[in-house]
C-alpha cells in the first residue's frame, strides 16, 4: 500500500438534482471515517453550477470540497447571455473548477481562450484543474509530447500563481471508452509533464499532475506502480458514491 496522500477529483459533467447531496454525503461521511488515508481537501466534487449553492450549504467537511467545471473568462458581471464567471461560482461556495477538458475544448475552447479562464479563476482564488490531453488520431501520429508542450505554453504564463494549479492529464481517446494507457508509457508522459511545466514556468516545487480517463475501481490499483501521479480525476464513476468509494479503497488496498 503506498504512503502517498493523492487528490480524487469527481467530475459530474451533466448530471444530478438537489436529491442527489445523498451521494455527496454517502462520500463525506466515507471521508470523515477514513482519516488515515485521506489528506484535508483532498476529495473534491465538480458539480453542475445549479447545485453548488444548495449543496455548499449543507454540507459540513473537513475533507471533502467542491467545484465547477468551467468558467467564462470574464470574472465578473457582464452581458454574457447563459455565462456563468469565476466570481460567481466562488460566491456560490465553488473552490475548484475544472478548465481545458476536451468536451469544452471540442465546442471550441482554444488554448489562448483556456488562459484567459485560468486568469479570470485564479483573480477569484479558485483553484484550478487545467486539463490537457492528445486525441487518438495525435496520439497514432507520434505527437502526444508536441500536443501536450502546445497546451501548457499557451494556456499557462510565468505570472500565474502555480500554487493554485492542478495539471489533469486526460487523453481524450480515453475518457469513457474503458481504454487506459499502457502504464509504462504513461510513466513516461507524466514525467514529460513535470518536466515541461518546471521548465516552462520556471518552478521549483514538483508540479500536481493527475490522470483522467476511464478510471474505475477494477484498474485505478495499476495506476498505484506510478509515483509520479498526484491523483486522479474520475468522470462516470464519481456520479455514484459506491463507485467513486471503490475507487479511493481499490487505491489504498
Request: aromatic share 10%; glycine share 6%; proline share 2%.
Amino acid at each position: 500500500m503506498t504512503n502517498k496522500l493523492k487528490y480524487f477529483i469527481g467530475n459530474w459533467k451533466m448530471f444530478g438534482d438537489f436529491n442527489d447531496f445523498k451521494i455527496v454525503n454517502k462520500i463525506n461521511k466515507f471521508t470523515q471515517k477514513s482519516k488515515n488515508i485521506l489528506k484535508k481537501k483532498k476529495v473534491i466534487l465538480c458539480l453542475p453550477n445549479i447545485l453548488i449553492y444548495d449543496f455548499n450549504k449543507k454540507l459540513k467537511s473537513k475533507f471533502l470540497s467542491l467545484g465547477a467545471q468551467n468558467c467564462h473568462p470574464h470574472d465578473k458581471y457582464g452581458p454574457y447571455t447563459g455565462s456563468v464567471s469565476s466570481f460567481m461560482l466562488k460566491k456560490a461556495g465553488a473552490k475548484y473548477v475544472i478548465l481545458g477538458h476536451s468536451e469544452n475544448r471540442s465546442e471550441g475552447d482554444s488554448n489562448i481562450l483556456i488562459r484567459e479562464k485560468i486568469v479570470s479563476a485564479l483573480k477569484q482564488k479558485l483553484n484550478v484543474i487545467f486539463c490537457i490531453g492528445e486525441t487518438l488520431k495525435e496520439k497514432k501520429l507520434n505527437k502526444t509530447n508536441f500536443v501536450l508542450n502546445q497546451q501548457i505554453k499557451h494556456s499557462l504564463s510565468k505570472k500565474i500563481n502555480f500554487n493554485k494549479i492542478i495539471i489533469a492529464y486526460e487523453p481524450v481517446w480515453s475518457i469513457g471508452t474503458n481504454k487506459i494507457p499502457n502504464i509504462s508509457e504513461l510513466k513516461v508522459i507524466i514525467k514529460f509533464i513535470k518536466n515541461k511545466l518546471k521548465k516552462t514556468l520556471k518552478i521549483k516545487k514538483s508540479p500536481l499532475v493527475l490522470y483522467g480517463g476511464s478510471v474505475n475501481s477494477n484498474n485505478v490499483k495499476l495506476f498505484s506502480d506510478i509515483k509520479e501521479i498526484d491523483g486522479f480525476l474520475i468522470g462516470g464513476a464519481s456520479q455514484s458514491s459506491n463507485k467513486f468509494i471503490d475507487i479511493i479503497k481499490n487505491y489504498y488496498k
